[in-house]
């Protein structure tokens, strides 16, 4: 398994309060891969416009 890039407590409580349901630790594990995903493409998008920060521009969510 990787880093965890999320609060797991925060996602569980999230989740329980919202949806009343129990977080599989799978679910983690999945929303820790989607958060590095994005990040390596912020990485991508910055680098490319010649930048060492990432902004918000280079964050993109299209399914939200």
């Known amino acids: 398994m990787a ?3 999320v609060v797991t407590s925060k ?3 999230f989740i329980k309060e919202k949806g ?3 977080t599989s630790a799978e679910t983690i594990d999945v929303l820790s891969k989607a ?3 994005l990040c390596a493409k ?3 998008s910055a680098k490319a416009d ?3 920060t990432v902004m918000a521009r280079d964050i993109h969510i ?3």
Do not use: C, P, Y
Request: aromatic residues 0%; negative net charge; proline residues 0%.
């Open 3 to 5: 880093d965890v890039l």
């Open 42 to 44: 912020g990485i991508e």
């Open 62 to 64: 299209e399914h939200l």
């Open 50 to 52: 010649g930048r060492k």
């Open 11 to 13: 996602v569980k409580k």
């Open 20 to 22: 009343e349901m129990n």
């Open 35 to 37: 958060i590095e995903a």
